[in-house]
């Protein structure tokens, strides 16, 4: 796979499509978006992430669940989430399920941690969203120990303490599955990002790209402050929003009753204003290329990105569409771009296999110094 | 040597031209020599909460502010004094005024010294300035000073103008000596918390 990978990522909305007045049932919702999935893999993407939601319009309440299914019907694509939330869930119950993801997939899956922005969702877990920034420490700080200690002896604030636990399966190869953070405008992400000598992934498609070169910013520099590589090497997933058409006007007409009452930014900003603003871009699949190869001047060489292609109601029939041109015709040229005068130093997309030879050599280098 | 201080206006009317507008320019005329008395030269500006009406709304929906209204919402809030009118409607202020101080970031007015000023049909609202208007400043930890200045269509045209010309006399009195102290400098200059974050994670010991 080497170098970035490219995929999609899925909020899980249930939207009527505002041109048929249809609203698709969980049901059809549940059997598109795997079949979504399959496309990309089918396609030549590299990745599908999806999200984590406890609320109607959205469907996806277990992402593990869906990443599972898809382990068995999929043979090279990586199953991540987009978020999977670390303040309500339990991190017992999150090393647990990933782990045994881990094992179905044969490593092709990870993570991105986020801590969910709707305020009732946290008291149904027992939880409280003024809290979000210690849940979402604590909690990660006790996944990480899970998954790297056989037993674990630990005590915090939000959850009962835990005396010689040892959390089951084990991580694949001893392995680790990797952990992205999500934020949008939390520094603190960011910094618990760069601590660990994880990867960011900064949504990107919500807020102006100068919001999202500041966060990228930050991780960087604290990745390097911390010891784990130099700024360039920090690992950095970027969001992205896009609709094309061969032809840039049908693109437009077609979008924009979607855009125009979709759920998070509908009846707001106009289509120009919300497309000059943000990284949104509809248009031909030139025009695609040429913005996203532009994320790049301003979060500097990276190693995943990940558009959101079904949502606001669009059919099924039109999302297969989107990925037919983005896995035919923009995909293969953004990998040929990115690879044009990237720094030997900026480290490829994190694997499963790479992860795995990168622990036997540390290993080894350590066995080396003892025998000494 | 001169000094400089910043005033930011803040103009919620809907017409153009606006009594609104009309009050906040005295008032700032007035706080504008008042501080001219103390040596103090003003980098003034006057902001009309109409032009960025949809841009206030798409905000409200999205989150962030269009450019033209983030280099408006910038220049609010890194003034050292402000200046703030509203029309009343309803009983209150208006719904546009409202916007503003909603979409700002609540921490972003801290410590600046405010003038609030109301205009109104009839005199009957006069105390908007005290149960609707003041709450609000309250609230975002700023600080309106004593003197509110409201001014009802009877104001422009009768005797009682010069009632109201002592009045916003009085209140940039007020202003001006707050702006001249004023050390608001650089409060804003880290808005997201960059810096609190890499301190060290609001004191938690990561594993």
Redesign the interface.
Known sequence: MGQMQFGIFSVGDITTDPTTGHTPTDASRIKDIVTIAQHAEAVGLDVFAMGEHHNPPFFPSSPVAINSWLAAKTERLVLSTATTLITTNDPVRLAEDYAMLQHLSDGRMDLTLGRGNTGPVYPWFGEDIRQG??LA??KY??L??LWREDFVDWSGQFRTPLQGFQSTPRPLDGVPPFVWHGSI????I???AA??GDGFFANHI???GS?TA?MVN?YRQ?FE?HGHGTAAQAIVGLGGQVFMRKNSQDAVKEFRPYFDNAP??????SLE??TS??PLTVGSPQEVIDRTLGFRDYVGDYQRQLWLMDHAGLPLKTVLEQLDILGGEVVPVLREEFAKNRPAEVPDAPTHDARKAEAAVQAAAEKAEVAS | MTATRRLAVVSGGLSQPSSTRMLADRLAKATVEALGERSIEVDLTTVELRDHARDLTSMMLTGFASPALEATIDAVTGADGLIAVSPVFSASYSGLFKSFFDVIDPASLERMPVLLGATAGTPRHSLVIEHAMRPIFAYLRAEPVATGVFAATDDWGSDAGGELAARIERAARQLASRVETSDRAGANDDPWGFANAAAGLGGFQPG
């Open positions: 920034i210690p420490l604590e700080a006790l990480r120990r405008r939390s520094p603190e960011a910094e618990q601590y660990y919500f807020w102006p919001h500041k930050f604290r402050h998070v930014y509908g009846h707001g900003p204003e919300f603003q943000t």
